[in-house]
């Protein structure tokens, strides 16, 4: 287990009540919680010949594994556009702060950004509890976050745009693929927060509808190292499939366990929601191949402004340096927001989301559209197959960009989730 991770298993149940505290605070009217010292609503500044914008990621625990890579895409996207001269006329400076995989950090972290870095956007977190722990930051605060990965869907913010798949455009899609394929018969695991609870919750919602049965639900403590009990719970169960929400560096043990139990991809396949080429490079492909996953992009996506994304961050972080959904999705939220202040010709985060719908971007993962209604993003759907060489093919794709439905209102089955 990493120090980050053990730091972390400890500080989790403090973190908790310290961000219940503060939630506490601000529902009995007080002048000081998560959202600043202030009730009055922190000013971006937008004087000098820069701007400043806010990288929140965990740099430290369990969920480093995933997020300094994301960062670094978010790097890459500024310096890309502030070499060809910024945005209205202005370079951009970013301000990187480390959430640490600690939700009332993330919150303490976002409210220094905006309060007194006086960022213009910030964009950044990764997990749902950490942007369930900032949400009403930058809600109060009337300042715009970009939040670049997949999540569980059943939300929307007047201040957060999505850039990552809402439900529609991933779970849905990863089910429908099992179904496909005769899967009649699946196992959940994942990681105990609300990413996952809620993703099962729906899960279960559309196994009943489809004639599909789940055969079992497991959860472990974020951060978790010890597998052995739920992959032999798994094995026993002879489910069809798997679907994994694992997240961070507890996929490195469950797969091990699971392959020391004589399980394959083969006889009973796991589909993946937070495990990229990052990932897989950090766990091991010898544990993954063959193993599935749902996404929007791949580093293997074809493309002309994929191939000149792979070829840049290469070339930056080290050509050993793969890229992944998350990466991706966050280089287009920079190049998004870039978009979006200039039709509006200007940083004020009112006129920003009044100029958003229908922006469009020929991103790495294919051409993105804003949809401003809900600020989510019409993204194409893809299931691939991870190979021995740590890349993921893709074996489907939705032909289409997806519009995005995050509270599922499009289907029957759903209507009582929300």
């Known amino acids: 287990m990493s120090s980050g991770s053990r730091i972390f298993r400890r500080q989790i149940v403090a973190g908790a009540a310290a961000l219940a505290a503060a939630v506490a605070l601000s529902a009995c009217g007080a002048k000081t919680d998560a959202g600043g010292s202030s009730d009055k609503a922190a000013q971006a500044d937008t004087s000098g010949d820069t701007v ?39 370079k951009i400076k970013p301000i990187s702060e480390d959430g640490a995989s600690d939700w009332p950090t993330f919150a303490e972290k976002a409210s220094k950004l905006i309060r007194e870095d006086r960022v213009v956007a910030t964009f950044g977190c990764w997990t749902s509890a950490s942007r369930k722990a900032v949400k009403p930051v930058f809600e109060k605060n009337k300042s715009l976050l970009f939040y670049p990965v997949q999540y569980e869907g059943l939300e929307e913010s ?33 990681s105990d927060y609300v990413f996952p609870r809620t993703a099962n919750k729906i899960i279960q919602a559309y196994a009943k509808a489809n004639g599909m049965k789940v055969l079992g639900e497991d959860y472990a403590p974020l951060g978790s190292t010890e597998f052995s009990t739920i992959a032999n719970k798994v094995k026993a169960s002879k489910a069809d499939a798997v679907f994994n929400t694992l997240n961070g560096d507890s996929n490195v043990a469950f797969f091990k366990e699971y ?27 010898q544990y993954l191949a063959g193993q599935l996953t749902a996404w929007n992009y791949y580093q293997t996506t074809a493309g002309a402004a994929n191939t000149e994304f792979v070829k840049a961050y ?28 200039e039709k509006a010709k200007s940083f004020d985060p009112e006129k920003v989301k009044a100029a958003s719908d229908g922006i469009t971007f020929d991103a790495p993962e294919g051409k993105v559209t804003i949809d401003g ?22 074996v489907w794709d939705s032909g289409k960009a997806i519009k995005p439905d995050p509270y599922l209102k499009g289907y029957d089955w759903a209507s009582g989730l929300s």
């Open 158 to 190: 007047p201040y957060i745009f999505y850039t990552g798949a809402t439900t529609n455009q991933q779970i849905v899609p990863a089910l429908d693929y099992l179904k496909s394929q005769g899967k009649k018969s699946i196992y959940l695991v994942g």
């Open 52 to 90: 400043k914008v806010g990288l929140l990621n965990s740099l430290s625990g369990t969920m480093a594994i995933s997020e300094v890579t994301v960062r670094d895409s978010l790097k890459l996207a500024i310096d890309e556009i502030n070499a060809k001269g910024g945005v209205l006329g202005k």
């Open 259 to 285: 392959k020391s139990t004589g399980l394959t991809a083969a006889s009973m396949p796991v589909v993946s929601v937070s495990i990229a080429e990052e990932e897989v490079k950090s766990i091991g492909a």
């Open 373 to 394: 209604a809900s600020q989510h993003i019409y993204k194409t759907a893809r299931i691939g197959k991870i190979g021995t060489d740590g890349l993921i093919e893709q």
């Open 314 to 341: 290469k070339a930056k972080y080290g050509q050993d340096k793969p890229t992944s959904d998350p990466m991706e999705a966050a280089y287009t939220s920079v190049y998004l927001w870039k978009a979006m202040v």
